[in-house]
């Protein structure tokens, strides 16, 4: 599944063409993803302006000059191709802006999701209204951590993949930082120091911030809107290397937490 640096890229690579654009035609091509379009969603959208582009956790965000907001998830495959020689199959909703640039959301598995939200109320949207805050905004702090792990005996990993407590991390995103935190997955939550909350915090952004800017993670049948696949993959210091080295000399090993797979150094990490 797309994670929220690949969200982000997509976000970034859609507002080169997008970005106050206007929507000349609109297509939707089958009823349905993992749930139906919005009935009004051609109407809404052709001849709107697009205002302002950005994300929410792991949900892209359309603002249009119409108080509404086009909401979109990738699901497990889906992403954003831009100017296509061809529409296929897969592209399931279509836009042309009055620049003449098409762009086609494709999703072969169809579990994405595009939904209309009046803008001014996006707050209250269902899948908003209970997550935490971006981790790679100014609310994500030590304190906020202390106090959402305070007496919890669940795992760290689990709990910083709880979107309540931090919105939009994701499996591949959270091994990483805690790797570089030195912070084993299985620790008790609520026996993570404020001196390893303290390490946590910064190397979330870092790890966030460096996926970005490398594109994102090459996951599947993900690509960037231009096509192209993203690289920080090879960044990689634990996930996906069970049994490899790890630069502290340890060996990367691998266990299976709430049904995804957690990899960690047990000698760097505690």
């Not at 061809?86 to 003449?100: A, F, P, S």
């Not at 269902?126 to 951590?145: I, K, S």
């Not at 049948?221 to 000399?249: I, M, Q």
Request: charged share 25%.
């Amino acid at each position: 599944m797309p994670e929220l640096p690949e969200v982000e890229t997509t976000v970034r690579g859609l507002a080169t063409v997008l970005a106050g654009d206007r929507l000349v035609r609109v297509a939707v091509n089958r009823p349905d993803l993992r749930r139906p379009f919005p009935p009004d969603l051609v109407q809404v959208l052709t001849g709107a302006r697009v205002v302002a582009l950005g994300r929410r956790a792991k949900y892209g965000l359309v603002q249009t000059d119409r108080g509404q907001t086009m909401v979109f998830h990738l699901g497990m495959s889906g992403r954003w191709r831009i100017d296509p020689s061809e529409i296929g199959r897969h592209d399931h909703l279509v836009l042309e802006t009055g620049k003449g640039h098409v762009l086609a959301l494709n999703d072969a598995r169809r579990f994405g999701s595009v939904d209309l939200v009046d803008t001014a109320a996006l707050h209250a949207f269902a899948p908003f209204a209970a997550l935490g805050p971006e981790p790679l905004g100014p609310d994500l702090t030590v304190a906020h951590l202390a106090r959402a792990f305070q007496g919890r005996i669940a795992a760290v990993k689990l709990l910083l993949l709880d979107q309540g407590i931090v919105a939009g991390l994701g499996n591949i995103y959270v091994c990483e930082a805690l790797h570089r935190a030195r912070i084993h997955p299985v620790r008790e939550a609520g026996k993570v120091s404020l001196a390893a909350l303290g390490r946590l915090v910064p190397e979330i952004r870092a790890v966030l911030s460096e996926a970005i800017a490398a594109g994102g993670s090459t996951l599947r049948d993900y690509a960037r809107p231009d096509g192209e696949l993203g690289y920080f993959a090879k960044d990689w210091r634990v996930y996906g290397r069970e049994n490899e080295p790890c630069a502290c000399g340890g060996r990367v090993q691998r266990v299976v937490q709430g049904g995804r797979s957690s990899f960690f150094c047990p000698r760097c990490q505690k």
